[in-house]
């Protein structure tokens, strides 16, 4: 008889501390969703030594309205940071809870390298992205680039590569097109179109690439090469038109809108 008294005291102690927890529990819960602790602050700080150019706490605050709404003890970051990153300009984003209603918002800007295709850009990553073009700067003036879908990081690296072998010709790369069929075509910042044909190393993009034909690097190192004579040759005559697709150099197009009759010739490289 003595141990079922102890048993049922030790029942009923265990009831009442449990009791006295879910009490507390529901008081804390209680506090907890109290109006003062909903989010209403943010506060945007760049991430990185950059100062953020095209990213504010009103654009911020703009995406995420109506979409994330939360307590300091129970707003979801992974959820929120989604939400912040689908702002314009928002490459990626973190978050840190500010006591006791606020959001610290740390952002990583989108740096525009391009414009690509029709209506986006693509940045220094090789990522596109989609912005407000018209808040760029009046004085930028970014070339396009355009390709295939998931050709972006591709057409990055080329235009990389052309603005290197052409910096120490003082000329700039304004645009620069993988077709369909993954054969190159550029313009020059002097107005020249260049005809690069079928990459080799775009088969890894094109499952039905072909191959034989001379390297991107080969075409582009030929012409660099052979620039400082084919200027001299021309005599200030503006070229036109390069077309460098041939096994063993390029053919040349004059611009017809000179005194100049409009010509084409072969150059061997």
Known sequence: MFNDARLTSLIANTLSVLAVLAL????????????????????????????LQYVSPATVRATIAGRLAGNFFFIDLNTARDVI??????????????WPNALLVR????????????????????EAFSANQGELDDGLHLPRLSGPPDSERLVVQRFAEMA??????????????LSPRYAWDAQLSNGVQLMLGRDPAA??????????ARSFAQRIEGFVQAWPALQARLDGRPLQRVD????????IRLNPNT???AQQNKHDS
């Open 259 to 261: 005194d100049n009759p």
């Open 24 to 51: 507390l529990g529901g008081l804390v819960f209680w506090a907890a969703k109290r109006p003062v602790f909903n989010i209403t602050r943010l506060y945007l700080q760049p991430l990185g030594s950059e100062s």
């Open 107 to 126: 952002v990583e800007e989108q740096q525009p390298l391009a414009l690509w295709n029709q209506d986006e850009m693509i940045n220094t990553w090789g």
């Open 244 to 251: 460098l697709r041939y096994p063993s150099g390029f053919a």
């Open 203 to 212: 088969e890894a993009v094109d499952p039905h690439g072909r191959s034989g």
């Open 85 to 98: 990153e689908s702002t314009p300009w928002v490459r990626k984003a973190q978050l840190r809870r500010v």
């Open 164 to 177: 290197r072998w052409f910096a120490p010709l003082g000329v700039g790369v304004r645009e620069l097109a």
